[in-house]
């Protein structure tokens, strides 16, 4: 078995948190060496701790429309990896799902981002994401950190969270899907037709 497959193998067999998480665990996570765009999120949900696909909800709907792309080319592990912040559902709390747990990140996240060599392009979605990837570079509130988002660009994107529960962040902000999502989109087919 290579190296690769050890380690994915590996962190699939993941049981560090179980005793935290209602659903027990289901790491949800996708690397391969050849994938070019790395998208970021919190921790799966209801939904994808059931399917066991990242974002295979009414959230994967919206990024992929910001995307501009389908679920098949979405789900292609040499083109698209997902590596959330927490890899399995960790439960709901009094306004949607809980943070994603430590351990994951501490545990596993050096040693998968080191598989993804030929990434050119960084989806870091929600607060989590942000602490993570910008820190020391991301400022006060998630959406300031989204207006800035050229500071950081065109390797990595900061992006608010597409569920459904953030309709109004997007009503408020309406520079988001008017200025960010073009730009978005020209990337992500740039780099999917190299």
């Known amino acids: 078995m290579s190296a690769l497959k050890k380690l994915i193998e590996e962190v699939k067999g993941c049981a560090l948190c179980a005793e935290h998480l209602p659903l027990g665990p289901r790491p949800v996570f996708r690397v391969h060496p ?22 295979d909800d009414p959230s994967g709907d919206r990024l992929r429309k910001w995307m501009n792309m389908g679920r098949e080319t979405f789900y292609d592990e040499s083109k698209i990896a997902f590596l959330p912040m927490g890899f399995c559902y960790p439960g709901t709390g009094k306004s949607g799902d809980l943070p994603p747990r430590p351990e994951c990140a ?22 989590y994401a942000h602490a993570y990837h ?5 400022k ?47 990337e992500v087919k740039r780099i999917l037709q190299n």
């Open 106 to 127: 501490q545990t596993w996240r050096a040693r998968l981002l080191c598989i993804l060599e030929n990434v050119e392009l960084t989806l870091v979605i929600g607060q």
């Open 34 to 55: 050849q994938a070019k765009i790395l998208v970021v999120g919190q921790a799966p949900g209801v939904r994808v701790h059931r399917s066991g696909l990242p974002f």
């Open 140 to 186: 006060k509130t998630l959406t300031e950190t989204v207006r800035d988002w050229r500071s950081f660009w065109p390797s990595r994107l900061p992006l608010p969270h597409p569920s459904p529960r953030n309709l109004l962040w997007l009503k408020k902000n309406p520079w988001f899907e008017a200025e960010v999502v073009p730009e978005l989109q020209k």
């Open 134 to 138: 910008f820190s020391g570079e991301k």
